[in-house]
């Protein structure tokens, strides 16, 4: 495996990237422009232009959705539900994903390299919001000549991104797909993600987030964060039935600290898999603007105010066995969207894989994503007509 540095290096040469040229002005009231924004598309965009699907990924995903990420070797983040023949199917829709600026899969961020300074960015990349990240990914709307999108979707921190888009831009999308998320973000996942961010700044490797000149990551910090969220994203029910009380490979304890059951030993390989693809400080930057995310605070009226005049076809999706966002967070959105007299629609999937349900093969959630969507093509491809 190479250095941290060595890695983001060879991924310069395999991802597409947008130079944002156009001034943004951030929530933090700092204005930046000329910055790479990196992307993937999947499919093509058809001659009408009626066809395109807005995927945001969540905490640790990237713009890879689909087929094998050229930079992990491993499938796509959301292979379960897009490709050919899927639920998303891709020889029908053209699929683009943006890495968030804060990312580091190519993305504006804080491992990129200050033109200032000639060096990496660290703790002086300023701190970004939800809100931020998707007034970037409007541009490489722009960009790729496409005025309204067929449907936009995202799951968890995708979600948040879906609704801030439709509450900035209320005419850009035909339809949406919110999964598995909130208008804004509960206290205990707030402490979850100071619990990852301590984690990592913990770790003496982190050096105050300057490692990076030293060509090294804070693993042992990054890895305990990872483990944080995988507790997070399974359901007390999946993980008992799936791990119980198993014991890793032996017959008896050892009594020691080493990993005696198969749950230490599945977080352990969760923790490190995931330091060799992810940057610490990214974490720090992400997980501190999906603490900051609140729609309704940034409306006078509240969330009936953000989704005001809205014409947007929502179908909001909950996991009954999700308890990082839960069934009645997602209900509260269909409340506010029907308040604000929004058409939306509402489906909660029983199953028992938590809130990582999105991510998996769950047939009853991906059939529903497939109907809704296909549904809302032929809606749309009428209404240009």
Sequence with gaps: MPSIAGLFFYMSEKIKKLNVSKPLVLDCKKTVKDFPLAYETYGNLNKNKDNAILIFHALTGDQFVSGTNPITKKDGWWV??????KAID?????????????????????????????????????????????KSQETLLDHLGIDKLLCAAGGSMGGMQLLQFC?????????????????????????????????????????????????IQPKNGLAVARMVGHISYLSEKGMQEKFGRKL??????????????????????????????????????????????????????????AFKNQKTKFLIISFSSDWLYTTKENKDTVIALNSAGADVSFAEIKTDKGHDSFLVNEPEFLKTLKGFIDSMHIKFKNEKK
């Design 90 to 134: 891709t020889n029908k829709y053209f699929v683009i994903c943006a890495n968030v600026i804060g990312g580091c899969m190519g993305s504006w961020g804080p491992k990129e390299i200050d033109k200032n300074t000639n060096q990496a960015y660290g703790l002086n990349f300023p701190v970004i919001t939800i809100k931020d990240m998707v």
């Design 248 to 305: 890793q490979e032996k017959a008896d304890y050892e009594f020691s600290f080493d990993a005696d059951f198969q749950v230490e030993s599945y977080l352990r390989h969760q923790g490190f898999a995931f330091v060799e693809r992810f940057d610490a400080n990214s974490i720090l930057y992400i997980t501190r603007a999906m603490d900051y995310f609140d729609l309704s605070r940034q409306f006078k009226g509240g969330l009936v105010e």
């Design 80 to 85: 379960t539900a897009v490709g050919p023949g």
């Design 167 to 215: 509450a900035t831009f209320p005419n850009k999308t035909f339809s949406a797909v919110p999964i598995a998320c909130s208008t804004n973000h509960s206290a205990q996942n707030i402490a979850l993600n100071e619990l990852a961010r301590q984690a990592i700044m913990a770790d003496p490797v982190w050096d105050n987030g300057k490692y990076l000149k030293k060509n």
